[in-house]
């Protein structure tokens, strides 16, 4: 039942943003292959649809976990913040903070179509699609540029999702 509240939760989001758009146009939204990327591969952190490569809002709440330390990657922090079941990733310069990686940890959180831990291949597939690569623990999608989505297996069983720069 709390899965299925959040993604009635997401949904509603989803249709408030479309209205929005509509409100502010005059008329119906281009669906661009750049919107339904976001989309799909957003994931709803308190309200607000969150996609890899976007900057940090400043006005997610407090997250329930903190954790910050020097970056190996930019003259800066890697941050990562926890809200609920999502992991968010970020890397701050000093200027500006962008999203570098998302994660849903547990069966709280789901991606923009329902696909959550626990759920199995054929689900993925039927609702993403095919992927770039696949294995037996694995299926990969492009998910926008420079932006790929892991759905990783075990027994075809989903064990782990995340959202992250490409390799």
Same mark, same amino acid.
């Given at each position: 039942?709390?899965?299925?509240?959040?993604?009635? @939760?997401?949904?509603?989001?989803?249709?408030?943003?479309?209205?929005s758009?509509?409100?502010?146009?005059?008329?119906?939204p281009?669906?661009?292959?750049?919107?339904?990327?976001?989309?799909?591969?957003?994931?709803?952190?308190?309200?607000?649809?969150?996609? #890899?490569?976007m900057?940090? =809002?400043?006005?997610?709440g407090? =997250?329930? @976990?903190?954790f910050? @330390?020097? !970056?190996?990657?930019?003259?800066?922090?890697?941050?990562?913040?926890?809200?609920?079941?999502?992991? #968010?990733?970020?890397? *701050?310069?000093?200027? !500006?903070?962008?999203?570098?990686?998302?994660?849903?940890? *547990?069966? +709280?959180?789901?991606?923009?179509?329902?696909?959550?831990?626990?759920?199995g291949? *054929?689900k993925?597939?039927? @609702?993403?699609?095919? =992927?770039?690569s696949?294995?037996?623990?694995?299926?990969i999608?492009?998910?926008?540029? +420079?932006?790929?989505?892991?759905?990783?297996?075990?027994?075809?069983?989903?064990? !782990?999702?995340?959202?992250?720069?490409?390799?």
């Open positions: 039942m709390k899965t299925y509240l959040k993604i009635v @939760a997401a949904v509603l989001a989803l249709m408030m943003l479309m209205t758009l509509v409100a502010c146009t005059g008329g119906e281009e669906v661009t292959e750049e919107t339904r990327r976001v989309t799909e591969w957003s994931l709803n952190v308190n309200g607000k649809e969150l996609f #890899v490569g900057d940090m =809002p400043k006005d997610l407090e =997250p329930t @976990a903190y910050e @330390a020097a !970056s190996c990657a930019i003259q800066g922090l890697d941050k990562d913040y926890t809200y609920g079941s999502i992991l #968010v990733k970020t890397e *701050d310069d000093g200027k !500006s903070e962008r999203i570098v990686g998302l994660t849903i940890l *547990d069966d +709280g959180a789901a991606t923009a179509v329902g696909v959550t831990i626990g759920d291949r *054929d993925i597939v039927g @609702a993403h699609g095919t =992927p770039k696949e294995s037996e623990t694995a299926l999608y492009a998910a926008g540029e +420079g932006v790929i989505a892991k759905f990783l297996l075990r027994d075809g069983t989903v064990t !782990s999702i995340a959202y992250t720069l490409g390799e």
